[in-house]
Protein backbone atom coordinates (compact mmCIF):
# COMPACT_ATOMS: atom_id res chain seq x y z
CA UNK A 1 0.00 0.00 0.00
CA UNK A 2 3.04 2.03 0.94
CA UNK A 3 4.57 1.54 -2.43
CA UNK A 4 1.61 1.95 -4.23
CA UNK A 5 0.73 5.84 -2.81
CA UNK A 6 4.62 6.45 -3.17
CA UNK A 7 3.73 5.69 -6.98
CA UNK A 8 0.64 7.98 -7.08
CA UNK A 9 2.31 10.83 -5.74
CA UNK A 10 5.31 10.74 -7.69
CA UNK A 11 2.66 10.84 -11.06
CA UNK A 12 1.29 13.70 -9.16
CA UNK A 13 4.24 15.36 -8.81
CA UNK A 14 5.26 14.69 -12.56
CA UNK A 15 2.17 16.33 -13.63
CA UNK A 16 2.55 19.19 -11.18
CA UNK A 17 6.12 19.93 -12.85
CA UNK A 18 4.72 20.00 -16.83
CA UNK A 19 2.37 22.11 -15.12
CA UNK A 20 4.55 24.81 -13.54
CA UNK A 21 6.58 24.62 -16.60
CA UNK A 22 3.71 25.39 -19.32
CA UNK A 23 2.75 28.14 -16.94
CA UNK A 24 5.97 29.46 -16.52
CA UNK A 25 7.02 29.57 -20.10
CA UNK A 26 3.46 31.35 -21.12
CA UNK A 27 3.44 33.56 -18.38
CA UNK A 28 7.83 35.21 -19.57
CA UNK A 29 7.50 34.18 -23.10
CA UNK A 30 3.98 34.10 -24.26
CA UNK A 31 3.44 36.89 -26.69
CA UNK A 32 6.76 35.83 -28.40
CA UNK A 33 6.13 32.19 -29.01
CA UNK A 34 2.47 33.80 -29.96
CA UNK A 35 4.53 35.63 -32.29
CA UNK A 36 6.80 32.52 -33.64
CA UNK A 37 3.40 30.92 -34.40
CA UNK A 38 1.73 33.09 -36.52
CA UNK A 39 4.63 34.52 -38.28
CA UNK A 40 5.83 30.74 -38.92
CA UNK A 41 2.69 29.87 -41.24
CA UNK A 42 3.68 30.71 -44.58
CA UNK A 43 4.52 27.11 -45.27
CA UNK A 44 3.81 24.02 -44.22
CA UNK A 45 7.39 23.20 -42.96
CA UNK A 46 8.38 26.34 -41.51
CA UNK A 47 4.54 26.11 -39.56
CA UNK A 48 5.46 22.33 -38.10
CA UNK A 49 9.06 23.31 -37.46
CA UNK A 50 7.56 26.23 -35.19
CA UNK A 51 5.02 23.35 -33.78
CA UNK A 52 7.94 21.45 -32.99
CA UNK A 53 9.68 24.19 -31.27
CA UNK A 54 7.22 25.57 -29.41
CA UNK A 55 5.69 22.55 -27.54
CA UNK A 56 9.43 21.52 -26.84
CA UNK A 57 9.85 25.30 -24.32
CA UNK A 58 6.24 24.54 -23.02
CA UNK A 59 6.33 21.24 -22.19
CA UNK A 60 2.44 20.69 -23.40
CA UNK A 61 1.16 19.62 -26.95
CA UNK A 62 -2.40 20.79 -25.98
CA UNK A 63 -1.04 24.15 -24.83
CA UNK A 64 -0.27 24.65 -28.12
CA UNK A 65 -3.22 23.39 -29.75
CA UNK A 66 -5.55 26.01 -27.92
CA UNK A 67 -2.66 28.79 -28.93
CA UNK A 68 -3.43 28.02 -33.15
CA UNK A 69 -6.99 27.35 -32.34
CA UNK A 70 -7.39 30.62 -30.95
CA UNK A 71 -5.60 32.15 -33.80
CA UNK A 72 -7.59 30.15 -36.54
CA UNK A 73 -10.76 31.15 -34.32
CA UNK A 74 -9.64 35.33 -34.89
CA UNK A 75 -8.83 34.82 -38.33
CA UNK A 76 -5.19 35.17 -38.15
CA UNK A 77 -4.16 32.18 -39.73
CA UNK A 78 -6.35 28.98 -41.78
CA UNK A 79 -6.91 25.92 -40.53
CA UNK A 80 -4.43 23.65 -42.64
CA UNK A 81 -1.23 25.78 -41.43
CA UNK A 82 -2.47 25.11 -37.73
CA UNK A 83 -2.83 21.75 -38.63
CA UNK A 84 0.64 21.16 -39.59
CA UNK A 85 1.77 23.12 -36.56
CA UNK A 86 0.06 21.06 -34.30
CA UNK A 87 1.86 17.80 -36.22
CA UNK A 88 4.97 19.37 -35.41
CA UNK A 89 3.88 20.16 -31.61
CA UNK A 90 3.26 16.05 -31.25
CA UNK A 91 6.97 15.60 -32.89
CA UNK A 92 7.65 18.16 -30.10
CA UNK A 93 6.16 16.48 -27.42
CA UNK A 94 7.94 13.14 -28.14
CA UNK A 95 11.63 14.55 -28.74
CA UNK A 96 11.26 16.14 -25.01
CA UNK A 97 10.18 12.67 -23.58
CA UNK A 98 13.71 11.68 -25.64
CA UNK A 99 15.46 14.18 -23.49
CA UNK A 100 13.90 13.49 -19.92
CA UNK A 101 14.59 9.80 -20.65
CA UNK A 102 18.18 10.48 -20.00
CA UNK A 103 19.80 10.09 -16.69
CA UNK A 104 19.28 13.73 -15.41
CA UNK A 105 19.32 13.21 -11.74
CA UNK A 106 22.39 15.50 -11.50
CA UNK A 107 20.18 18.66 -12.93
CA UNK A 108 17.16 18.57 -10.17
CA UNK A 109 18.39 19.08 -7.24
CA UNK A 110 20.39 22.51 -9.09
CA UNK A 111 17.40 23.31 -10.78
CA UNK A 112 15.45 23.08 -7.61
CA UNK A 113 17.87 25.43 -5.77
CA UNK A 114 17.76 28.08 -8.11
CA UNK A 115 14.52 27.99 -8.88
CA UNK A 116 13.57 28.21 -5.38
CA UNK A 117 15.90 31.23 -4.68
CA UNK A 118 14.75 33.32 -7.72
CA UNK A 119 10.79 32.46 -7.57
CA UNK A 120 10.85 33.09 -3.91
CA UNK A 121 12.09 36.71 -3.66
CA UNK A 122 10.59 37.79 -6.89
CA UNK A 123 7.74 36.21 -7.79
CA UNK A 124 5.66 38.63 -10.36
CA UNK A 125 8.52 39.78 -12.30
CA UNK A 126 9.90 37.67 -14.98
CA UNK A 127 13.35 36.74 -13.07
CA UNK A 128 10.68 35.01 -10.32
CA UNK A 129 9.02 33.27 -13.55
CA UNK A 130 12.05 31.65 -15.20
CA UNK A 131 12.51 30.52 -11.44
CA UNK A 132 9.06 28.43 -11.33
CA UNK A 133 10.21 26.87 -15.04
CA UNK A 134 13.37 25.55 -13.33
CA UNK A 135 11.53 25.00 -10.09
CA UNK A 136 8.81 22.87 -12.57
CA UNK A 137 11.90 20.97 -14.28
CA UNK A 138 13.58 20.06 -11.29
CA UNK A 139 10.43 18.18 -10.18
CA UNK A 140 9.89 16.84 -13.37
CA UNK A 141 13.18 15.08 -12.85
CA UNK A 142 12.86 13.99 -9.44
CA UNK A 143 9.22 12.72 -10.52
CA UNK A 144 10.82 10.35 -13.00
CA UNK A 145 13.13 9.29 -9.81
CA UNK A 146 10.40 8.47 -7.76
CA UNK A 147 8.23 6.77 -10.04
CA UNK A 148 11.65 3.99 -10.52
CA UNK A 149 12.08 4.00 -6.85
CA UNK A 150 8.32 3.02 -6.52
CA UNK A 151 7.43 0.79 -9.13
CA UNK A 152 10.54 -1.87 -7.84
CA UNK A 153 8.69 -3.22 -4.84
CA UNK A 154 5.26 -3.45 -7.56
CA UNK A 155 6.89 -5.74 -9.44
CA UNK A 156 7.19 -8.33 -6.41
CA UNK A 157 3.44 -7.89 -5.42
CA UNK A 158 0.94 -10.68 -6.68
CA UNK A 159 -1.85 -8.39 -6.71
CA UNK A 160 -0.19 -5.46 -8.96
CA UNK A 161 0.66 -8.84 -11.36
CA UNK A 162 -2.91 -9.90 -10.92
CA UNK A 163 -3.99 -6.49 -12.11
CA UNK A 164 -1.90 -6.05 -15.46
CA UNK A 165 -1.87 -9.18 -16.72
CA UNK A 166 -5.82 -8.98 -16.90
CA UNK A 167 -4.76 -5.44 -18.41
CA UNK A 168 -2.45 -6.80 -20.72
CA UNK A 169 -5.00 -9.05 -22.10
CA UNK A 170 -6.88 -6.79 -24.14
CA UNK A 171 -4.96 -4.31 -26.50
CA UNK A 172 -8.30 -2.15 -27.23
CA UNK A 173 -8.30 -2.00 -23.18
CA UNK A 174 -4.85 -1.08 -23.17
CA UNK A 175 -5.57 2.34 -26.07
CA UNK A 176 -8.50 3.08 -23.55
CA UNK A 177 -6.71 3.56 -20.68
CA UNK A 178 -3.67 5.50 -22.04
CA UNK A 179 -6.15 7.59 -23.63
CA UNK A 180 -7.54 8.05 -19.99
CA UNK A 181 -4.34 8.68 -18.38
CA UNK A 182 -3.74 11.54 -20.92
CA UNK A 183 -7.18 13.21 -20.16
CA UNK A 184 -7.42 13.31 -16.12
CA UNK A 185 -3.57 14.21 -16.11
CA UNK A 186 -3.92 16.77 -18.84
CA UNK A 187 -0.34 15.72 -20.19
CA UNK A 188 0.41 12.76 -22.96
CA UNK A 189 4.17 13.82 -22.08
CA UNK A 190 3.47 12.88 -17.99
CA UNK A 191 1.74 9.55 -19.24
CA UNK A 192 4.50 8.37 -21.98
CA UNK A 193 7.22 9.12 -19.54
CA UNK A 194 5.08 7.04 -16.42
CA UNK A 195 5.04 4.24 -18.76
CA UNK A 196 7.96 4.00 -20.14
CA UNK A 197 9.16 4.03 -16.16
CA UNK A 198 7.07 0.81 -15.64
CA UNK A 199 8.10 -0.73 -18.41
CA UNK A 200 11.51 -0.03 -17.35
CA UNK A 201 10.81 -1.42 -13.93
CA UNK A 202 9.19 -4.57 -15.68
CA UNK A 203 5.61 -3.44 -14.14
CA UNK A 204 3.97 -4.17 -17.45
CA UNK A 205 5.29 -5.32 -20.64
CA UNK A 206 6.70 -3.60 -23.50
CA UNK A 207 3.78 -5.09 -25.97
CA UNK A 208 1.41 -3.39 -23.20
CA UNK A 209 3.12 -0.51 -22.45
CA UNK A 210 3.08 0.40 -26.69
CA UNK A 211 -0.47 -0.05 -26.48
CA UNK A 212 -0.82 2.63 -23.29
CA UNK A 213 1.37 5.43 -25.61
CA UNK A 214 -0.69 4.76 -28.59
CA UNK A 215 -3.47 5.67 -26.13
CA UNK A 216 -1.86 8.68 -24.93
CA UNK A 217 -1.77 10.21 -27.88
CA UNK A 218 -5.13 9.69 -28.73
CA UNK A 219 -6.27 10.87 -25.23
CA UNK A 220 -3.81 14.43 -25.39
CA UNK A 221 -5.91 14.84 -29.04
CA UNK A 222 -9.31 14.45 -27.31
CA UNK A 223 -8.43 16.21 -24.55
CA UNK A 224 -8.24 19.59 -26.94
CA UNK A 225 -11.67 19.10 -28.34
CA UNK A 226 -13.01 18.97 -24.85
CA UNK A 227 -11.61 22.02 -23.75
CA UNK A 228 -12.58 23.88 -26.73
CA UNK A 229 -16.21 22.87 -27.14
CA UNK A 230 -17.34 26.19 -26.17
CA UNK A 231 -15.30 28.07 -28.63
CA UNK A 232 -16.35 29.03 -31.91
CA UNK A 233 -16.61 26.71 -34.96
CA UNK A 234 -13.39 27.98 -37.12
CA UNK A 235 -11.18 27.73 -33.37
CA UNK A 236 -12.76 23.87 -32.56
CA UNK A 237 -11.60 22.44 -36.43
CA UNK A 238 -8.16 22.53 -35.29
CA UNK A 239 -8.49 19.87 -32.46
CA UNK A 240 -11.31 18.07 -34.27
CA UNK A 241 -8.61 17.88 -37.30
CA UNK A 242 -5.81 17.00 -35.29
CA UNK A 243 -7.92 14.27 -33.59
CA UNK A 244 -8.82 13.01 -37.07
CA UNK A 245 -4.99 12.45 -37.74
CA UNK A 246 -4.28 10.72 -34.79
CA UNK A 247 -7.54 8.83 -35.37
CA UNK A 248 -6.22 7.75 -38.31
CA UNK A 249 -3.24 6.68 -37.29
CA UNK A 250 -4.58 4.22 -34.27
CA UNK A 251 -7.04 2.61 -36.95
CA UNK A 252 -3.55 2.19 -39.54
CA UNK A 253 -1.24 1.16 -36.25
CA UNK A 254 -3.50 -1.06 -34.23
CA UNK A 255 -3.12 -4.14 -36.28
CA UNK A 256 0.27 -4.05 -36.12
CA UNK A 257 0.83 -3.49 -32.48
CA UNK A 258 1.92 -7.11 -31.79
CA UNK A 259 4.44 -6.83 -34.75
CA UNK A 260 6.03 -3.55 -33.79
CA UNK A 261 6.75 -4.94 -30.22
CA UNK A 262 7.32 -8.19 -31.32
CA UNK A 263 10.34 -6.39 -33.53
CA UNK A 264 11.37 -4.56 -30.98
CA UNK A 265 12.45 -7.39 -29.07
CA UNK A 266 14.18 -9.08 -31.78
CA UNK A 267 16.46 -6.81 -31.93
CA UNK A 268 16.88 -6.21 -28.13
CA UNK A 269 15.67 -3.14 -26.98
CA UNK A 270 14.88 -2.54 -23.39
CA UNK A 271 11.16 -2.20 -22.78
CA UNK A 272 11.72 1.69 -22.00
CA UNK A 273 13.54 2.34 -25.12
CA UNK A 274 10.71 0.82 -27.07
CA UNK A 275 8.27 3.10 -25.46
CA UNK A 276 9.93 6.21 -26.00
CA UNK A 277 11.13 5.51 -29.42
CA UNK A 278 8.03 3.88 -30.59
CA UNK A 279 6.21 7.27 -29.15
CA UNK A 280 9.06 9.02 -31.71
CA UNK A 281 8.30 6.95 -34.43
CA UNK A 282 4.58 7.67 -34.35
CA UNK A 283 4.41 10.59 -34.51
CA UNK A 284 7.18 11.49 -37.30
CA UNK A 285 5.21 8.84 -39.30
CA UNK A 286 1.94 10.53 -38.66
CA UNK A 287 3.80 14.39 -39.56
CA UNK A 288 5.63 12.39 -43.19
CA UNK A 289 2.19 10.98 -43.86
CA UNK A 290 -0.33 14.02 -43.41
CA UNK A 291 1.70 17.12 -43.84
CA UNK A 292 0.92 16.77 -47.21
CA UNK A 293 -3.10 16.39 -46.79
CA UNK A 294 -3.81 18.48 -43.84
CA UNK A 295 -5.93 20.39 -46.61
CA UNK A 296 -8.06 17.93 -47.18
CA UNK A 297 -8.58 17.18 -43.50
CA UNK A 298 -9.45 21.21 -43.14
CA UNK A 299 -12.05 20.67 -45.63
CA UNK A 300 -13.23 17.68 -43.45
CA UNK A 301 -13.51 19.83 -40.58
CA UNK A 302 -15.16 22.67 -42.29
CA UNK A 303 -17.90 20.24 -43.56
CA UNK A 304 -18.24 18.92 -39.83
CA UNK A 305 -17.99 22.04 -38.05
CA UNK A 306 -19.78 24.98 -40.68
CA UNK A 307 -19.12 28.65 -39.72
CA UNK A 308 -21.15 30.03 -36.84
CA UNK A 309 -23.65 32.58 -38.49
CA UNK A 310 -24.06 34.54 -35.26
CA UNK A 311 -20.46 34.82 -34.56
CA UNK A 312 -20.46 38.53 -35.50
CA UNK A 313 -23.02 39.27 -33.17
CA UNK A 314 -22.20 42.70 -30.80
CA UNK A 315 -23.20 40.68 -27.87
CA UNK A 316 -20.94 37.93 -28.04
CA UNK A 317 -16.87 38.61 -27.06
CA UNK A 318 -14.44 38.49 -30.24
CA UNK A 319 -10.98 39.33 -28.49
CA UNK A 320 -11.12 37.90 -24.85
CA UNK A 321 -8.77 34.19 -26.14
CA UNK A 322 -8.56 32.09 -23.44
CA UNK A 323 -5.02 30.67 -24.28
CA UNK A 324 -3.99 34.03 -23.09
CA UNK A 325 -4.94 33.78 -19.67
CA UNK A 326 -1.19 32.82 -19.07
CA UNK A 327 0.35 35.71 -20.45
CA UNK A 328 -1.28 38.29 -18.47
CA UNK A 329 0.07 41.30 -20.49
CA UNK A 330 -1.48 39.62 -23.85
CA UNK A 331 -4.69 38.41 -21.37
CA UNK A 332 -5.31 42.40 -20.27
CA UNK A 333 -4.51 43.24 -23.91
CA UNK A 334 -7.47 40.88 -25.23
CA UNK A 335 -10.03 42.38 -22.06
CA UNK A 336 -8.96 46.38 -23.52
CA UNK A 337 -9.72 45.35 -26.53
CA UNK A 338 -13.00 44.04 -25.70
CA UNK A 339 -14.17 46.70 -23.28
CA UNK A 340 -13.26 49.88 -26.11
CA UNK A 341 -15.95 47.48 -28.02
CA UNK A 342 -18.51 47.51 -24.76
CA UNK A 343 -17.70 51.90 -25.47
CA UNK A 344 -18.84 51.72 -28.76
CA UNK A 345 -22.16 50.18 -28.46
CA UNK A 346 -23.04 52.68 -25.87
CA UNK A 347 -22.04 55.29 -28.14
CA UNK A 348 -24.37 53.63 -30.43
CA UNK A 349 -26.86 53.55 -27.66
CA UNK A 350 -26.22 57.29 -26.76
CA UNK A 351 -25.99 58.94 -30.65
CA UNK A 352 -29.31 56.73 -31.39
CA UNK A 353 -31.14 58.47 -28.06
CA UNK A 354 -30.85 61.75 -29.33
CA UNK A 355 -32.74 60.78 -32.59
CA UNK A 356 -35.64 58.97 -30.38
CA UNK A 357 -35.55 62.86 -28.49
CA UNK A 358 -35.79 64.82 -31.58
CA UNK A 359 -38.23 62.55 -33.65
CA UNK A 360 -40.25 60.57 -31.02
CA UNK A 361 -39.46 57.22 -32.60
CA UNK A 362 -40.56 54.15 -30.81
CA UNK A 363 -39.51 51.54 -32.99
CA UNK A 364 -35.82 52.95 -32.54
CA UNK A 365 -36.32 53.01 -28.71
CA UNK A 366 -36.98 49.27 -28.49
CA UNK A 367 -34.08 48.71 -30.90
CA UNK A 368 -31.53 51.06 -28.72
CA UNK A 369 -33.33 49.26 -25.18
CA UNK A 370 -32.19 45.89 -26.77
CA UNK A 371 -28.72 46.97 -27.03
CA UNK A 372 -28.38 47.50 -23.53
CA UNK A 373 -28.15 43.38 -23.23
CA UNK A 374 -25.59 43.41 -25.10
CA UNK A 375 -23.93 45.43 -23.28
CA UNK A 376 -24.62 43.41 -20.05
CA UNK A 377 -23.85 40.29 -21.81
CA UNK A 378 -20.35 41.67 -23.02
CA UNK A 379 -19.46 43.32 -19.54
CA UNK A 380 -20.18 39.77 -18.03
CA UNK A 381 -17.76 38.28 -20.31
CA UNK A 382 -15.02 40.68 -19.92
CA UNK A 383 -15.41 40.69 -15.93
CA UNK A 384 -15.26 36.66 -15.92
CA UNK A 385 -12.71 36.85 -18.27
CA UNK A 386 -10.44 39.05 -16.00
CA UNK A 387 -11.29 36.77 -13.11
CA UNK A 388 -9.60 34.17 -14.49
CA UNK A 389 -6.16 35.86 -15.22
CA UNK A 390 -3.69 35.04 -12.24
CA UNK A 391 -3.30 37.74 -10.08
CA UNK A 392 0.23 36.32 -8.63
CA UNK A 393 1.66 36.82 -11.90
CA UNK A 394 0.53 40.21 -12.20
CA UNK A 395 3.46 43.55 -11.33
CA UNK A 396 2.12 46.90 -10.03
CA UNK A 397 1.68 48.19 -12.92
CA UNK A 398 0.52 45.32 -14.54
CA UNK A 399 -2.19 44.87 -11.54
CA UNK A 400 -3.32 48.86 -11.99
CA UNK A 401 -4.36 48.12 -15.04
CA UNK A 402 -6.43 44.98 -14.60
CA UNK A 403 -7.95 47.39 -11.87
CA UNK A 404 -9.00 50.07 -14.90
CA UNK A 405 -10.14 47.78 -16.80
CA UNK A 406 -12.80 46.43 -14.47
CA UNK A 407 -13.74 50.32 -13.42
CA UNK A 408 -14.19 51.17 -17.23
CA UNK A 409 -16.10 48.12 -17.97
CA UNK A 410 -18.47 48.94 -14.70
CA UNK A 411 -18.66 52.07 -15.69
CA UNK A 412 -19.97 51.74 -19.37
CA UNK A 413 -22.39 48.88 -18.08
CA UNK A 414 -23.86 51.57 -16.15
CA UNK A 415 -23.92 53.81 -19.05
CA UNK A 416 -26.08 51.91 -21.02
CA UNK A 417 -28.44 50.83 -17.91
CA UNK A 418 -28.81 54.85 -17.57
CA UNK A 419 -29.41 55.00 -21.12
CA UNK A 420 -31.77 52.33 -21.57
CA UNK A 421 -34.12 53.96 -18.38
CA UNK A 422 -33.41 57.60 -19.92
CA UNK A 423 -35.78 55.89 -23.12
CA UNK A 424 -37.72 53.86 -20.88
CA UNK A 425 -39.38 57.39 -19.96
CA UNK A 426 -39.33 59.02 -23.21
CA UNK A 427 -41.29 55.96 -24.21
CA UNK A 428 -43.89 56.32 -21.60
CA UNK A 429 -44.00 60.43 -20.99
CA UNK A 430 -42.88 61.81 -24.07
CA UNK A 431 -43.27 59.37 -27.41
CA UNK A 432 -46.41 57.94 -26.18
CA UNK A 433 -48.46 61.09 -25.15
CA UNK A 434 -46.70 62.97 -28.57
CA UNK A 435 -45.56 65.89 -26.48
CA UNK A 436 -41.98 67.48 -27.78
CA UNK A 437 -39.32 69.78 -25.59
CA UNK A 438 -39.40 73.62 -26.16
CA UNK A 439 -37.07 74.64 -29.01
CA UNK A 440 -34.97 76.34 -26.45
CA UNK A 441 -35.16 73.13 -23.57
CA UNK A 442 -34.31 70.94 -26.84
CA UNK A 443 -31.13 73.21 -27.95
CA UNK A 444 -29.60 72.55 -24.36
CA UNK A 445 -30.18 69.16 -24.71
CA UNK A 446 -28.67 68.86 -27.45
CA UNK A 447 -25.47 70.87 -26.34
CA UNK A 448 -25.30 68.79 -23.75
CA UNK A 449 -25.26 65.58 -25.53
CA UNK A 450 -22.71 66.70 -27.83
CA UNK A 451 -20.47 67.34 -24.85
CA UNK A 452 -21.43 63.65 -24.06
CA UNK A 453 -20.66 62.32 -27.06
CA UNK A 454 -17.26 64.24 -27.25
CA UNK A 455 -16.37 62.94 -23.51
CA UNK A 456 -17.14 59.27 -24.41
CA UNK A 457 -14.29 59.63 -27.58
CA UNK A 458 -12.19 61.38 -25.28
CA UNK A 459 -12.54 59.09 -23.04
CA UNK A 460 -12.07 55.99 -24.57
CA UNK A 461 -8.69 57.66 -26.20
CA UNK A 462 -7.53 57.96 -22.36
CA UNK A 463 -8.58 54.55 -21.49
CA UNK A 464 -6.50 53.33 -24.50
CA UNK A 465 -3.49 55.61 -24.68
CA UNK A 466 -3.79 57.01 -20.80
CA UNK A 467 -2.64 60.31 -22.36
CA UNK A 468 -1.97 62.79 -19.15
CA UNK A 469 -3.08 66.32 -21.90
CA UNK A 470 -6.29 64.23 -22.43
CA UNK A 471 -7.40 63.16 -19.42
CA UNK A 472 -7.15 66.34 -17.99
CA UNK A 473 -8.74 67.97 -20.82
CA UNK A 474 -11.80 65.10 -19.44
CA UNK A 475 -11.90 66.62 -15.73
CA UNK A 476 -12.27 70.50 -16.78
CA UNK A 477 -15.22 69.46 -19.52
CA UNK A 478 -16.90 67.41 -16.56
CA UNK A 479 -16.55 70.60 -14.27
CA UNK A 480 -18.02 72.57 -17.37
CA UNK A 481 -20.56 70.08 -17.67
CA UNK A 482 -21.89 70.35 -14.26
CA UNK A 483 -22.01 73.91 -14.41
CA UNK A 484 -24.47 73.86 -17.72
CA UNK A 485 -26.47 71.65 -16.25
CA UNK A 486 -26.96 73.62 -13.44
CA UNK A 487 -27.42 77.06 -15.41
CA UNK A 488 -30.09 74.91 -17.94
CA UNK A 489 -32.57 73.66 -14.98
CA UNK A 490 -32.56 76.96 -14.12
CA UNK A 491 -33.32 78.50 -17.44
CA UNK A 492 -36.19 75.31 -17.75
CA UNK A 493 -38.00 76.65 -14.50
CA UNK A 494 -37.49 80.34 -16.01
CA UNK A 495 -39.64 78.75 -19.03
CA UNK A 496 -41.95 77.32 -16.32
CA UNK A 497 -42.57 80.90 -15.00
CA UNK A 498 -42.66 82.02 -18.58
CA UNK A 499 -46.16 79.29 -18.88
CA UNK A 500 -44.27 77.99 -21.58
CA UNK A 501 -46.90 74.80 -22.62
CA UNK A 502 -44.16 72.78 -23.74
CA UNK A 503 -42.18 73.57 -21.03
CA UNK A 504 -45.08 72.52 -18.78
CA UNK A 505 -45.91 69.38 -19.93
CA UNK A 506 -42.26 67.97 -19.61
CA UNK A 507 -40.89 69.39 -17.13
CA UNK A 508 -40.32 66.30 -15.02
CA UNK A 509 -38.83 64.08 -18.08
CA UNK A 510 -36.53 67.55 -18.79
CA UNK A 511 -35.08 67.63 -15.48
CA UNK A 512 -34.85 64.12 -14.64
CA UNK A 513 -32.78 63.73 -18.47
CA UNK A 514 -30.43 66.36 -17.90
CA UNK A 515 -29.87 64.91 -14.22
CA UNK A 516 -29.06 61.72 -16.18
CA UNK A 517 -26.77 62.94 -18.73
CA UNK A 518 -24.41 64.83 -15.74
CA UNK A 519 -24.27 61.13 -14.14
CA UNK A 520 -23.73 59.49 -17.69
CA UNK A 521 -20.85 62.43 -18.02
CA UNK A 522 -19.95 61.64 -14.55
CA UNK A 523 -19.02 58.11 -15.82
CA UNK A 524 -17.44 59.09 -18.61
CA UNK A 525 -15.18 61.38 -17.47
CA UNK A 526 -14.13 59.26 -14.38
CA UNK A 527 -11.82 57.29 -16.95
CA UNK A 528 -9.31 60.22 -16.09
CA UNK A 529 -8.63 59.49 -12.67
CA UNK A 530 -6.73 56.79 -12.48
CA UNK A 531 -4.24 58.45 -15.10
CA UNK A 532 -4.42 61.48 -13.12
CA UNK A 533 -3.63 59.91 -9.79
CA UNK A 534 -0.52 57.81 -11.31
CA UNK A 535 0.61 61.17 -12.11
CA UNK A 536 0.36 62.86 -8.55
CA UNK A 537 -1.70 65.97 -10.00
CA UNK A 538 -4.76 64.35 -8.69
CA UNK A 539 -6.26 66.77 -5.51
CA UNK A 540 -6.83 64.29 -2.26
CA UNK A 541 -10.68 66.10 -1.84
CA UNK A 542 -12.48 68.31 -4.13
CA UNK A 543 -13.75 69.80 -0.51
CA UNK A 544 -11.09 71.46 0.32
CA UNK A 545 -10.78 74.11 -2.82
CA UNK A 546 -14.53 74.39 -3.08
CA UNK A 547 -15.36 74.86 0.75
CA UNK A 548 -15.06 78.86 0.80
CA UNK A 549 -16.66 79.13 -2.73
CA UNK A 550 -20.70 80.13 -2.61
CA UNK A 551 -22.58 77.46 -3.89
CA UNK A 552 -23.21 77.82 -7.75
CA UNK A 553 -26.95 75.83 -7.44
CA UNK A 554 -29.79 78.32 -7.54
CA UNK A 555 -31.92 78.91 -4.41
CA UNK A 556 -34.25 76.58 -5.82
CA UNK A 557 -32.25 73.89 -5.62
CA UNK A 558 -31.24 74.77 -2.09
CA UNK A 559 -34.55 75.04 -0.50
CA UNK A 560 -36.05 71.66 -2.41
CA UNK A 561 -37.33 69.57 0.39
CA UNK A 562 -35.86 65.93 1.39
CA UNK A 563 -37.66 63.29 -0.27
Same mark, same amino acid.
Not at 98 to 113: D, E, I, K
Not at 416 to 438: C, Q, T
Not at 461 to 467: Q, T
Given at each position: MQALLALLSAIALLVWGTHMVRTGFLRVYGANLRRILRMSTGSRLTAMAAGIGVTGLIQSSSATALLTSSFVGQGLINTPAALAVMLGADVGTAL???????????????????????????????????GRILIGLGLMILALQMIGAATKPLTHAQGVQVLFSSVSGDVFLDVLLGALLAIVSYSSLAVVLLVAGLAASNVIPGSVAIAVVLGANLGSGLLVVFT???????? #? #?????????????????????????????????????????????????????????????????? #?ILPSDEAKDSPGKPKYLDATALHTPALAMGCAAREALRLG????????????????????????????????????????LYLTQISREALDEREGKRWADII???????????????????????????????????????????? #?????????????????????????????QFRSLELRYADNHLARLSDNTPQSIETSSLHLDLISDMKRINSLFCSIAYPILDEAGVLAPSRLRERACRPSRRPAWWRQAPLK
Open positions: MVQVFALNLSWLSPLFLMVGVILHLGRKATKIGQITLRANAEA #R #RVPLGNLIVKLAGCVLVLPFLGMIGGWFAGIGLEPERQVIYFHLGFNLALAIVFLGAVGVVARLTE #RDIVQVMLNGMLTVLRNNDLKLSEELRKMDDMVDDLYTAIKQFTINMEHAGDIIERILIDLADKKILHDLHFSDAGMAEIEDLHS #RLVAHLQLGLSVFLNGDLKCAQQLIAGKD
